[in-house]
């Protein structure tokens, strides 16, 4: 017997907001299936605002009340059962970010969750990450959005020690970083990777997924240190310009995959890792599969 069902996810971070939905497949005798049914993508900044003012504006609040009423529409038209809507560093950072989700729930009935680091590393590690782990081998898996950047350690096929960081692409584009945060991660990683012979680095987040994308790489091998290290060195050269009309790259990813990419390189360059692995997960998958094994709350629509 074939039951399918479609969940959908709403991922607002610093740089953009997702809506992921998910058909869930089950079947007896057979394995649960998610098959992504549709990803938007729209490039809301919310970072710029909270970073530099410490709340979201007016017309970025006005933009997402439409993205969000876009959204409940689209689930609408989709068919979807239920959906759980997570917002990450810059709402929970902002001022009237419990404001905001009010304002957006009253106008238009989607309820936002603002969650903390630990919880969003939780439901990452919620997705399929386990199918590109060997259990012989040692991870440092680097989450690196807008505003933060998670860490955390595997061994053995289990999560042993995480750490959000206030290192995230708008966060650096902004020039809101410290020396501080960038010695303590530094620290962190260093010593929670000594007493490995080898590590090797998994990274998540749309620029890593486009670099890798660009490199022509095989699904299922590796970016080298050598290749990234050379493909940070080159977009540095560019302009702005010239990375948007060269490297076809979208104008709110023309900026952010500078830093971005500094942030994977000083990640392998802390735990000695020559290799990054690139598997399509985030933080939308994980709540998919969190909503499915009921690990989060979830609101029918």
Not at 5 to 13: L, Q, T
Not at 84 to 105: L, P, Q, W
Not at 194 to 207: C, P, Q, R, W
Not at 220 to 227: A, D, E, I, R, W
Request: hydrophobic share 40%.
């Amino acid at each position: 017997m074939l039951s399918i069902k479609k969940y959908a996810a709403i991922d607002i971070g610093s740089n953009a907001v997702r809506l992921l939905i998910s058909n869930i497949i089950e079947h007896e005798g057979g394995k649960v299936q998610f098959k992504k049914s549709s990803l938007v993508r729209v490039p809301i900044r919310l970072g710029a605002d909270v970073f530099v003012e410490g709340k979201l504006s007016a017309y970025n609040i006005s933009r997402m009340i439409d993205t969000m009423q876009a959204f409940k529409l689209l689930m609408t038209s989709h068919g979807v059962e239920c959906y759980k809507a997570c917002a990450t560093s810059a709402m929970r950072e902002a001022s009237n970010g419990e404001i905001v989700a009010d304002v957006i729930y009253n106008q238009t009935n989607i309820k936002i969750d603002i969650i903390g680091g630990e919880e969003e590393a939780a439901i990452i590690a919620a997705t399929d990450l386990h199918t590109y782990i060997d259990d012989n081998k040692t991870y440092l898996y680097v989450d690196v959005g807008g505003g933060s950047t998670e860490f955390s350690i595997i061994y053995k096929g289990k999560t042993i020690a995480s750490k959000s960081a206030k290192i995230g692409t708008v966060r650096l584009l902004n020039e809101m970083d410290t020396k501080q945060e960038w010695d303590e991660v530094e620290s962190w990683v260093k010593i929670h990777t000594k007493d490995y012979d080898t590590i090797e680095v998994i990274g998540s987040g749309g620029n890593i997924n486009k670099i890798f994308k660009d490199s022509g790489t095989s699904v299922g091998n590796p970016l080298t240190y050598f290749y990234l290290i050379g493909y940070y060195n080159y977009i540095q050269t560019l302009t702005y310009e010239q990375r948007i009309t060269e490297m076809n790259l979208n104008q709110d990813r023309a900026d952010v995959i500078i830093p971005a990419t500094k942030i994977y390189l000083s990640a392998m360059k802390w735990s000695g890792a020559k290799d990054i692995y690139v598997p399509k997960i985030g933080l939308s998958d994980g709540i998919i599969k969190s909503i499915y094994n009921k690990t989060i709350t979830s609101i029918k629509l």
